[in-house]
């Protein structure tokens, strides 16, 4: 009995101020909902659980109230996702709880003052780890001469999450609509929506020409108002009726954002 007060003893002087690191099983976490998300992202515990991963895993935040309970002030996705797979216990840090109002403090200035993963940096770091398929892509744009970056350069792209969906579902459409965009550009940084509007057509043809219209729409009074008349890229061997209604309607989206009118007969990227 003493022995047992003892240890109780201990681990409350042990939960001071800067707190403790602990294993702590799982049954023995609570959630608040007076001041936890909810509900939780589905989504985000599947991707967790789908590649869980210890050394990514972190520790659970947790708040240890005078009545001995732990209560999880940041983590409760990835505490849900170790359940998920069977975990015992979690890596924790532990510290005093006066209660929700405290608990509620911490949360909000946890995640107050998380900065989050911009996309081009998760990229540097899969390139590091020769991820597939980034590391391939990087190649691909460093023999066009095309730089990953945030900043406003000539023939830079900074899209990378979308280029790298594009490029899993089909690479050589996404290789065209890239260097049919570096033309239209003539030098500036390349844009999203429109590489997506010539993804789509590359890809779909006239049954996503809609989509191609909106995509386009949307990045054209950017890019393409200024630079379509060096615009050189044409139709060779008269094309499918399909490419023709596909590319004439995304040019129609431009002409209507557009003064001078531009008489081109197609839009589309020739194969290299």
């Known amino acids: 009995m003493k022995k047992r007060q003892k240890k109780k003893n201990e681990k409350k002087d042990a939960v001071k101020s800067k707190g403790k690191f602990e294993y702590i099983r799982v049954e023995n976490l609570k959630i608040d909902p007076s001041y936890q998300r909810k509900p939780v992202s589905d989504r985000i515990i599947n991707r967790i659980v ?25 983590g409760q996705q990835r505490w849900i996702a170790a359940q998920k797979i069977g975990a015992v216990h979690v890596p924790c840090f532990v510290f005093a709880s006066r209660g929700a109002a405290h608990e509620a403090q911490k949360f909000r200035e946890t995640n107050t003052h998380r900065v989050v993963v911009k996309s081009i940096e998760k990229w540097n770091a899969a390139v590091v780890e020769k991820k597939e398929p980034e590391i391939a892509i990087k190649k691909w744009l460093d023999s066009i001469g095309v730089i990953v970056t945030n900043e406003p350069i000539p023939f830079s792209i900074r899209y ?20 049919t965009q570096m033309v239209l550009c003539d030098g500036q940084p390349l844009i999203s929506s429109i590489d997506g509007g010539l993804w789509w057509l590359e890809n779909g043809g006239v049954e996503t020409a809609p989509h191609c219209k909106r995509l386009i729409a949307q990045g054209g009074r950017l890019v393409i108002q200024k630079k379509i008349s060096q615009l050189k890229i044409e139709l060779h061997g008269g094309g499918t009726p399909s490419e023709k209604i596909a ?21 589309t990227a020739q194969s290299e």
């Open 160 to 179: 990378v999450t979308q280029l790298v969906r594009f490029w899993e579902r089909n690479s050589m459409a996404c290789q065209r609509a890239t260097r």
């Open 247 to 267: 590319g004439l309607a995304m040019l129609r989206m431009i002409n209507k954002r557009k003064k001078n009118k531009v008489g081109l007969h197609l839009l």
């Open 50 to 74: 789908s590649g869980f991963d210890w050394d990514s895993f972190g520790t659970l935040n947790i708040g240890r109230r005078e009545s001995g309970l732990n209560y999880i002030v940041d």
